[in-house]
Every structure is written in C-alpha cells, then in structure tokens.
C-alpha cells in the first residue's frame, strides 16, 4: 500500500463529511475563520510568514498587508490550479510573494531551497478546497460525473482510478474502515473488486453508484449520501493527506522562530487528534506555548455564510524561547 492508515481513533471521525463536502459561495471564496487567524497568528510588518495550504489565496490576502512593508509570504500548494488562482488574485502583492509548488510536507525542504532556515508565523487550513469539488474533471465529487481522479498534486502517479482498479480487497476495506470510517467497508470493498473484474471502473459516477448497490437498503438512504465516507477515504489515501500532516507537524518546531506562532485549522477528528497530540507533546517538552486550550470553532453567523466552516477546528501555538540563529541560511548553506 501507499498510504499512512491510521487506526483506533475516535468516534465521530467523519461526522463533519458532508459539511466539508458543501463548498462556499460559488461567487466568492471565503477563507474559513479569517478574524481567528490574523488574532492568532498576529503577523507583523516584516515578518516571514508561510502559508502552507495557500488554495486560492484567501487567508493569504488577509495577512499580506499586515506584513508589509518589508514581510514576505512563502505560499505552498501541490496544486497547480491553485497556485494559478492564488496568483491572480495576490497580484498586486506580487513582490512580497514566493509561490511554492509542493507538498507541505517537504516543508523544512521547500524553505531550505529559498535560502530561508525559520519563519515568524505558519497557517495551514487542511481538507478539500471548493475549487476541487466544483470541478468534476478532477474527480472528486460523487455528485458531479467526473474521471476518477482525486489527486491533488496532478503530476503524481497514484490516482482514485488506479486505486479503485488495482488495490486489493483487503486494502481497500482496511482504508475504508479506517480512513472514512465505514462500517460497510468489506461490502463495498467486495462490490468493487466484483464490479472490476467485468471492466475497469472509470467515472465517480459508476463508483458512486456501486457504493450504493453495496450498503443495505435503509443505508440509502439519510442525511449523508451512501457514498461519502467512501469519496473521504480513498482522496485521503490518493493524496496521503495524514502522512503529509504528520510530516508537516514534525518539522513545524524546527522551522518557527522563537515566538513565532503556528495556526491550523483541520476539519475532521482524524486531522484535528494528530494536531492536538503533537501541541500537547510540544508542551509537555517546553516547544510550545499552546494559544488554544480548545479547538476555536467559527460562530454561528459564519456557519451560515460559510457551512464548510461548521466542521472547522483552530489550534494555535507559539514557539518558546530557544538559541538565537540566523533566520536565513548563509550562501555557504543554501
């Protein structure tokens, strides 16, 4: 397999499936929890600040004039689509942006290439983008007919299509199992492997449809479509996302200058109980001042703006006080 699969987390893991399945407002992209954010992360003129999930530029249009002059904004995404979005419409701080195609994990990396060795503040906002589920080319929707697709970073070789025709019964139940959290997870394994020996699979449409041929009759039907938790899992597993998390998460303390703040936001139990363990181990180890003693939530008057912020959860924490080095790597190092 080619996934990190996670197992014995907590109940209610997808309860918020169909909340980050309903995108925003079609007109206008609404960065989820921004007041929070900039509270939070607190950038200053100056600063260094990493955007690690940039998608199509919404938190990173809130901070951008609070760090100039003379702050810089290094925007990641795997995403090529996004990264062409954001820069339309971060065009007029174009000098103050560095457009970073990769994957947060390959953080510490990404930043070392730049010359940059810490950063004063960090915000990731994890989960799908809206800007994925409005496009059935990319595979992502069971509602919308598309190619089975679902890869985030399209120069990757792993699709939906390759892992819904090609991965074993066994595998596929144990990442709907533990991934989406499906309790009919050996039915629907089954149906597919069944459904794949007569031809391959192509659309979501078709793979939408076997999920349904798959669960009982009274799981037809109710306030998730049958196939939710199967969509969930199998993006998760295409694009790693929990090992792209742990990833990110594990390199966060080395690259956050003292005092500097990191903000994420997750939008399931999955993400959100690996960001509160890692903060919590921080803590316990003097790393980290913890800034959330719960999960922020949006209120109810952005809920109803924005339902994909309903299932959103905020931590944010700040980098303790530690030996003093050059935030920039010098040209022997870089």
Do not use: C
Not at 250 to 263: D, I, K, T
Request: negative net charge; aromatic residues 4%.
């Amino acid at each position: 397999m080619q996934t990190n699969v996670m197992t014995g987390y907590a109940d209610g893991a997808v309860s918020s499936l169909m909340d980050e399945l309903i995108p925003p407002s079609p007109v206008e992209h609404e960065p989820v929890m921004i007041e929070q954010v900039k509270e939070l992360l607190d950038p200053s003129p100056g600063d260094v600040i990493v955007d690690a999930t940039l998608g199509a530029g919404g938190h990173a249009l809130a901070i951008l004039p609070r760090i100039l002059p003379g702050g810089r904004l290094i925007a990641f995404d795997r995403d090529t689509d996004a990264l062409s979005i954001a820069r339309g419409r971060l065009a007029q701080f174009e000098s103050a942006v560095t457009f970073v195609h990769e994957d947060f994990r390959d953080l510490r990396a990404g930043l070392e290439n730049l010359g940059i060795r810490r950063v004063d503040g960090l915000i990731a906002d994890l989960g799908i983008s809206s800007m994925h589920v409005d496009r059935p080319e990319r595979g992502f929707s069971f509602s919308k007919e598309g190619p089975l697709d679902m890869r985030m970073d399209q120069s990757q070789r792993l699709s939906a299509h390759t892992l819904v025709n090609t991965w074993s019964i066994e595998d596929l139940t144990e990442i709907l199992g533990a991934l989406g959290e499906e309790r009919f997870a050996g039915r629907i394994a089954r149906r597919i492997v069944q459904a794949r020996d007569q031809q391959e699979i192509q659309t979501t449409a078709e793979l939408s449809e076997l999920v349904r041929q798959a669960v009982p009759a009274q799981a037809r039907y109710g306030r998730i479509h049958p196939a939710t938790r199967t969509f969930q899992a199998i993006r998760m597993a295409v694009n790693d996302e929990l090992g792209a998390l742990g990833s990110l998460l594990g390199s966060l303390h080395e690259v956050l200058n003292a005092q500097a703040r990191a903000v994420v936001i997750s939008f399931h139990s999955l993400e959100d109980r690996m960001v509160k363990r890692t903060f919590a181990q921080g803590k316990r180890h003097d790393i980290w001042t913890v800034l959330t003693k719960k999960p922020l939530r949006a209120s109810d008057e952005e809920v109803e703006r924005n339902p994909r912020s309903r299932s959103a959860k905020l931590r944010a924490v700040q980098r303790s006080a530690m030996q003093s080095t050059p935030a920039f790597l010098s040209p022997e190092e870089s």
